[in-house]
């Protein structure tokens, strides 16, 4: 318990607080965000934007909340803006369900770039420099400080930040994206991974994104006036190929009483359609850079994100916390441990989406399968909708924008 005690960071980890932001932002979700949205003002000044980014990360607020309050308020062709970019993240999750071989290239890759960085002195001061915003770029630097002071960057921001650490500074991709994924609070396999190599060029093939000076100067209020970044570069490359598979299922409901493993993935109030004798809360967080340095806001937002669901689910359900309500990892032997003080031998959760809960899962899944466990994991039909459109481009889940409103 020590591990996750005191929570001292601006976006506060309840579903309650999201809700809240969510009802506060909702109506400047229509033309002024259209207009404001690509304006980084500066660190507590993000006014443009919804900083919803923490509660969707975790689901504390589900895609389909956000688009009811803001369809409630705005027609569907004002908030049009808003809305695909919510998109946006249904689409990245998607992507990787069916890329796969994307994230463990991505792990693979950090994992190499680590063990150069190891033996190659001037690479390792370079990328300290740089995630220690001592670059002498004072945009990049201050990016990188707000980053790791307050677990929050602007989209604009991140786009120009990957791209300078990528065409200016000449950094590893793989690396950039592991800065982001240890300190942003909504830090997703998905969503960040698929962005850095969208800015990369690997993503929509050969098509990079190159930040530019003057696009710098004017959506950042003229903080940046002279942002010195390489005007050229050529996309980056890869020998691998990643092929697509179809959408996961999920499994079948179990027969008979179930426990209810919560992650850091699902910390939403919906019921889950189990039987279920208890709940067991987990946390992988730290499993987001294997090789440590996960900030302490990423694990306190994290853990008290799902301590906030357990608390809910077993009120709202009248079931009983396994473990004591301990907050902690998820390993195959909390779950035999919780399971049999629960009376079951069925493990029901919401479906894991690839990523830190989804690895921890699979490292479980072995031992559990031996010992007889069975593991349901229940996808949400929505999202089943969306992932079907995201094999290729966000241009097949844009068109299907209103069919899938319209479910
Ligand atoms: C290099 C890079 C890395 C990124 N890493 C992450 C990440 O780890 N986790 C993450 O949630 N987002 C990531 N994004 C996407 C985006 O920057 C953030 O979702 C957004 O800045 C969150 O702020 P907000 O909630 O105020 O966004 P708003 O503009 O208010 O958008 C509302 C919601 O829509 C979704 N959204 C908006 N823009 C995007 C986008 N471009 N891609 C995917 N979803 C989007 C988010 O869930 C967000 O909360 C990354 C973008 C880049 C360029």
Redesign the pocket.
């Known amino acids: 318990m020590a591990l996750f005690d005191t929570p001292t960071m601006a976006f506060e980890p309840t579903r309650s607080a999201g809700l809240a932001r969510l009802n506060q ?1 909702a109506p400047k ?1 229509g033309r002024a ?1 259209a207009s404001e ?1 690509n304006y980084d003002r500066g660190p507590g000044r ?1 006014k ?10 975790h689901r504390l607020v589900t ?1 389909r909340e ?1 688009l009811r309050a803001t369809l409630e308020r705005h027609s569907q062709s004002a908030a049009e803006k ?1 809305i695909s ?8 999750k998607g992507n990787l369900e069916r890329h796969p071989s994307v994230w463990a290239a991505y792990k693979r890759d950090v994992a190499r770039e680590r063990a150069a960085m190891a033996k190659d002195g001037a690479l390792r001061h370079n990328v300290t420099a740089a995630e220690a915003g001592e670059t002498g770029i004072d945009a990049f630097d201050s990016w990188a400080n707000e980053l790791v002071e307050t677990g ?5 921001a ?2 120009w ?2 791209s300078i650490w990528m065409f200016t500074l000449r950094l590893p991709w793989s690396l ?2 592991d800065f ?2 240890r300190h ?1 609070i ?11 190599r ?2 990369g060029g690997l993503h929509t093939k050969g098509k990079n ?1 190159i930040a530019r000076t003057d696009n710098i100067a004017r959506y950042t209020d003229g903080r940046f006036k002279h942002t010195d970044v390489a005007p050229h570069a050529d996309p980056l490359d890869e020998f691998e190929d990643h092929p697509s598979r179809s959408v996961p299922q999920g499994d079948a409901l179990p027969h008979g009483e179930a426990l209810w493993v919560i992650t850091e993935d699902e910390c939403s109030s919906d019921p889950l359609p189990v039987t279920a004798s208890a709940v067991l809360a987990t946390t992988s967080a730290e499993l987001r850079a294997p090789h440590g340095g996960v900030s302490e806001d990423v694990q306190h937002f994290t853990a008290d994100a799902v301590r906030d669901a357990l608390k809910r689910i077993t009120e709202d359900n009248a079931i009983p916390a396994a473990d004591n309500g301990h907050i902690a990892p998820l390993t195959a032997e909390r779950i035999m441990d919780a399971a049999d003080a629960a009376g079951t031998k069925a493990i029901a959760m919401r479906y894991v989406p690839i990523g830190p809960a989804a690895d921890a899962l699979a490292a479980a899944r072995p031992t559990l399968e031996a010992e007889g466990y069975t593991i349901h994991q229940i996808l949400r039909k929505e999202d089943a909708k969306a992932w079907h459109h995201a094999d290729r481009g966000f241009f097949k889940v844009k068109k299907a924008i209103p069919k899938l409103i319209a479910a």
């Open positions: 932002f979700a965000y949205r993000h443009g934007v919804s900083l919803l980014s923490p509660y969707t990360r895609e956000i808003f970019e919510v998109l946006w993240r249904t689409y990245f929050y960057m602007h989209n604009h991140r786009m930040f990957a950039g994206a982001f994924l942003l909504d830090g997703d396999a998905a969503s960040n991974t698929l962005s850095w969208w800015v994104y």
